[in-house]
Structures are given as structure tokens and as C-alpha cells.
Nanobody
Framework: QVQLVESGGGLVQAGGSLRLSCAASGRTFSNYAMGWFRRAPGKEREFVAAIIWNGGNTYYADSVKGRFTISRGNAKNTVYLQMNSLKPEDTAVYYC???????????????WGQGTQVTVSS
């Protein structure tokens, strides 16, 4: 059983930056894939970025490529999403997710956090 807690959301002006953190507790495994999804008002949850723990391969949605970076913390149970050059269309609730053995670009992960609000003003 894994619990995920996101933090770091807030209000930022367009062009600004935020760093989201996801802390995992409970039983974790080094081969987990971890990812970030977001849900904008009235929209479905969409893929943002993911990382495979072993090897560190990363994957990004086209909409955030070059602006967002997913990374592992020094502690293996922490993952970050550095968000630069934020746009109003990035406004959403951001969710951390973990999967035991695969990266998904659809919301098919085993574990989910409660989400953190990111609001980008124009």
C-alpha cells in the first residue's frame, strides 16, 4: 500500500515557475513508474509527465515538453515536477501517481494523490 501527497501548488503569473513535490509513504518499490497528471476545470484528467525509477527514463506530454521537468529526489520516495514558463492553460489540479510496473499516458496508475491546485494568471 502506497500513499502519495502532493504539495507546491499555488497562484503564479504567466511566465513564472512552480515546483511540485510528491512524497510517497508506505510500501514503495524502486522499479515503480511515477507520473504527474492534471485535470483542468470541465476536462478529463490528462497525462503530463512520467519517470521510470530504474534508469530514469522520462516522458512528457507535447504540451509541456521543454517547459516541465520530472525528476527524482535524493530520497527515492520523492518525485518533483519543475514547471517553468507557465501558461494560463496550465491551470489545473495536478495529481501525482505511481504504478508498480509500467508507464501509462492514460490515468491507469495503481496509486493516486489528492492533488494540488495550480493557477496561472494572465
Amino acid at each position: 500500500q502506497v500513499q502519495l501527497v502532493e504539495s507546491g501548488g499555488g497562484l503564479v503569473q504567466a511566465g513564472g515557475s512552480l515546483r511540485l513535490s510528491c512524497a510517497a509513504s508506505g510500501r514503495t518499490f524502486s522499479n515503480y513508474a511515477m507520473g504527474w497528471f492534471r485535470r483542468a476545470p470541465g476536462k478529463e484528467r490528462e497525462f503530463v509527465a512520467a519517470i521510470i525509477w530504474n534508469g530514469g527514463n522520462t516522458y512528457y506530454a507535447d504540451s509541456v515538453k521543454g517547459r516541465f521537468t520530472i525528476s527524482r529526489g535524493n530520497a527515492k520516495n520523492t518525485v518533483y515536477l519543475q514547471m517553468n514558463s507557465l501558461k494560463p492553460e496550465d491551470t489545473a489540479v495536478y495529481y501525482c501517481a505511481a504504478d508498480r510496473n509500467a508507464v501509462h499516458t492514460t490515468p491507469d496508475y495503481d496509486y493516486w494523490g489528492q492533488g494540488t491546485q495550480v493557477t496561472v494568471s494572465s
